[in-house]
């Protein structure tokens, strides 16, 4: 009995271990699970990086907006509140867009012509701006809309072959079935978790692209109307009336004396 025992457990000891693991799911896949976690790679780590770039940049143009409310309309001309402006920003371009339509609207016989130039040509502004504002927003989108489905192909691929190794095999033992299942599960997982945080900061970035938007057209529009009426016409800064001081009360009288009896 004692040798049987021996027996037994050399046996055990001889028996193969199945590992299981990620990288185990992703070598039996071979070479297409691997090009699919690379597309999935891919597709994450361009969705961050767009979404740092993007959140970078709006927080810089609100930033700058600050500065327009702080120093532009306080100069004493349009031209010299340029001046006061980062020459790359978009609140620049705006005003250097409008001083420009300015010089060439000279030509235009009708002044409702010009008008209509100048405001087209601050419109047009305006919507490069948007437009650059816009750029990477279309990946995140792709990646949101398509990554679910790039993981659902590994899951196909994965079942497909597992479905192979049974009937290879004539029996479903766990063996055969876990290494290709686990496959088709993970790539699910990973499709899901490169799509949901694209989806959720196309919106969120979408979201302030329309704050700027609303921002830089009524910008544009006080520009359009401080140059058509030669500075006459500047928009209530919020910020210079929080710092003035209040009106200085009226003094009190003094107080009447009492009666004398």
Known sequence: MFIDFLAAAAGAEAAPTNHFGFWEALNQGGVIAYSIFGVL???????????????????????????????FWQAPSIKEGANKLDKNSAWRQLVDDGLAAEEQHGKMTDSLEAHDWMHGSLARSEASINSKLATGL???????????????????????????NIGLAGSASIDKVAGPVGEALIMTAIGLLVAVPAVLAYNWLQARNKRIAEILSGFSTDVLANITS???????????????????????KPATAPARS
């Open 41 to 71: 790679v891919i597709m994450s780590v361009g969705s961050f990086y767009i979404l740092i770039t993007k959140l970078l940049e709006q927080r810089k143009i609100f930033a700058q907006y600050k500065e327009v409310r702080a120093k």
């Open 138 to 164: 279309p990946f995140l989108a792709t990646v949101g809309a398509t990554a679910p489905f790039v993981g659902l192909l590994g899951t196909v691929i994965g079942i497909y072959r597992a479905l192979i």
């Open 230 to 252: 030669g500075g006459a016409v500047k928009p209530v800064n919020t910020a210079a009336t929080a710092k003035r001081p209040a009106s200085p009360a009226a003094a009190a």
